[in-house]
């Protein structure tokens, strides 16, 4: 069964902290998002990375960034967290091959911001 | 970019009954994925279902991809099936993230 673990179920942070959020898959997939999920606005993607070093922005990168030293670990960084950062992060994980484009989400990640 | 619609946005079940969520989009793909997201925000795959027709115990699906549209069909529903049920999908190559639609709430009572 493909896993994907997130390091945080629950995370309270304050204003202007710098956090890290981090995703870890184990299947040797190349691809890897972060998507965030609002009440009313659905779920919106950050970034992704197709391979090691490597990433994209998404519809909503301004205020985060990210790293991609190894294959299985994807992090998230909130330079300097912000009340309007307070969301449910999920981050997925893919294959780059055709035979399924199949993404596979972690549990989630709760973060509050005060 | 591909837009994704679904329909209803609300539905409200009593046990036992069957029901039918449709996803609409704008635009051909190579990756369409149902997921129910539970009570503490997971994201469980249901379906990777580009084209075609799969079913997995009283779950089944169906994607007409010429026509731009996937159906969920859930049979003999349970209380454990409430919550959102997303469609998401990706054009072109398939690696692409996914775009998702608003959800289909479901609450099925006893």
């Known amino acids: 069964d493909v896993k994907v673990t997130q390091s945080s179920r629950y995370l309270v942070k304050r204003t202007g902290e710098k956090v890290f959020l981090e995703c870890v898959q184990d299947m040797d997939h190349e691809n890897m998002f972060w998507y965030r999920q609002d009440p009313g606005l659905g779920l919106r993607l950050i970034y992704f990375?197709?391979?090691?070093?490597?990433?994209e922005k998404g519809d909503i990168p301004e205020g985060y960034s990210v790293s991609r030293e190894k294959k299985e670990r994807f992090s998230l960084i909130l330079e300097s967290a912000s009340t309007n950062q307070t969301s449910m992060y999920l981050c997925a994980s893919s294959f780059t091959g055709a035979e399924s484009y199949e993404q596979y989400f972690g549990p989630g990640t709760r973060l509050t911001v005060t | 970019g591909i837009q994704v619609e679904q329909s209803p946005p609300d539905l409200i079940l009593q046990e036992g009954a069957n029901s039918t969520l449709r996803c609409n989009f704008s635009d051909s793909v190579n990756n369409l994925q149902w997921f129910h997201q539970n009570p503490w925000g997971q994201l469980i795959n249901l379906f990777y279902?580009?084209?075609g027709t799969k079913q997995n115990g009283r779950l089944s699906a169906t994607t007409v991809a010429t026509e731009r549209y996937s159906l969920l069909y859930i049979s003999s529903s349970q209380t454990t099936d409430s919550g959102v049920y997303f469609c998401?999908?990706?054009?072109?190559?398939?690696?692409?993230?996914?775009?998702f639609g608003k959800g289909t709430r479901l609450s099925v009572i006893a």
């Open positions: 998401a999908v990706a054009g072109n190559s398939g690696n692409t993230p996914l775009v």
């Open positions: 990375s197709y391979d090691v070093k490597m990433k």
């Open positions: 279902i580009p084209s």
